[in-house]
């Protein structure tokens, strides 16, 4: 008897262990709280009582040509985006970005969905003011969200650049050779990290903290998983704190909330399938772009060409470059300008640009 009560309070001890260092992840340190990071950047509350923290950048509202809201990436912030001051007053740009739910000194959002996010891009237009009409911009961002966007509030946009936004290899619709041709060319690490976000979300908070394994190339930010290019552009990009500068602050309330939930939503079980999305432009009066590079090792070009053969209202530029390309000048100049300038669908929607 006594053996019984010891091996069942061995095993309870061993449960609530697991419990406290693989599934509960630790709680957020959210910003403007005692003993958390503080808050400097202007903030909106939104209607469920959240703080989103934004930053205007370029022309003002008043003066501006376009108005656009740029959605950053995984790891990033508000001030991620990459285009100049000059660029944005030259080309008549009003940019609003912001940090999304978990990130920089925006509130987590523990129920964060494909739903959520753009319901929050839309109540931030609206708190802000910036009109009936806007451009959406997104850097290296979840095709999810932003193609959810296209369905929440598609009558709001003018049109809509995607670069190298990220894929989920379990979609409905993807057929299995094309999925298991993108996910084969994954990083070791990445495939077993995407496996458990997809199969066993309650177990990634554990994954990704464990100290037997390298949890995930990308989140980790091991050099594997970039081009030749891409190093290049990471080393001088370093050197002004436009990519790693950002990471400490990007998680600074918590990796569980930021980037690893970005994971955990992306591949996840979704309501919906990217091939259901209707065109948003029917009239020719916007347009949808998908910008890739050949060369990218975290988002298989396989995948972004399939969806583009599918929905061929999106105009689909592929070039040889790798994952990082948007923070090159001449790139995301090139990408403002076609999202801006291009209202008419005539010509080949599938391009390959040179560098």
């Avoid at 693989?22 to 808050?39: D, H, T």
């Avoid at 909106?44 to 008043?62: C, F, M, P, Q, W």
Wanted: net charge neutral; with cysteine.
């Amino acid at each position: 008897m006594l053996y019984a009560r010891v091996a069942v309070a061995l095993l309870l001890g061993f449960v609530a262990w697991v419990y406290k260092d693989f599934v509960q992840p630790p709680p957020p340190r959210i910003c403007g709280r005692p003993l958390a990071p503080p808050v400097t950047a202007p903030r909106i509350v939104l209607n469920d009582g959240r703080h989103l923290a934004y930053k205007e950048s370029g022309a003002t509202k008043d003066e501006a040509k376009y108005k656009i809201i740029a959605v950053h990436g995984f790891d990033s912030t508000r001030d991620s985006f990459p285009a100049s001051q000059e660029l944005l007053v030259e080309l008549g740009i009003y940019l609003l970005t912001f940090d999304r739910a978990g990130y920089g000194e925006s509130d987590p959002n523990p129920k964060r969905s494909v739903k959520s996010e753009a319901f929050d891009i839309e109540e931030l237009a609206d708190k802000l003011e910036i009109g009936d009409k806007f451009y959406l911009a997104s850097e290296t961002r979840l095709l999810l969200i932003d193609l959810r966007a296209l369905n929440v509030f598609f009558i709001r946009l003018r049109g809509v650049a995607l670069v190298v936004p990220a894929i989920n290899y379990w979609w409905r619709s993807l057929p299995a050779e094309t999925a298991a041709e993108a996910y084969g060319k994954l990083a070791r690490q990445d495939r077993w990290a995407f496996r458990i976000a997809h199969y066993l979300p309650f177990f990634f908070h554990g994954w990704m903290t464990q100290k037997w394994f390298d949890a995930s190339a990308v989140s980790t930010g091991n050099p594997i998983v970039l081009s030749e290019e891409d190093k290049k552009i990471r080393e001088r990009a370093n050197k002004e704190e436009q990519i790693t500068g950002f990471k400490k602050i990007a998680r600074q309330q918590g990796a569980f909330e930021s980037a690893y939930r970005d994971i955990m939503v992306v591949f996840s079980n979704w309501e919906f399938d990217p091939t259901d999305i209707v065109d948003p432009f029917p009239n020719n009066d916007g347009s949808v772009h998908i910008w890739q590079g050949s060369e990218d090792k975290i988002v298989q070009k396989e995948v972004q060409r399939y969806i583009a053969m599918k929905l061929p209202w999106i105009h689909y530029h592929e070039n040889p470059e790798g994952h990082l390309f948007f923070y090159e000048e001449h790139w995301h100049r090139k990408i403002l300008e076609e999202l801006l300038v291009r209202h008419d669908y005539s010509g080949d929607r599938n391009l390959i640009h040179k560098k």
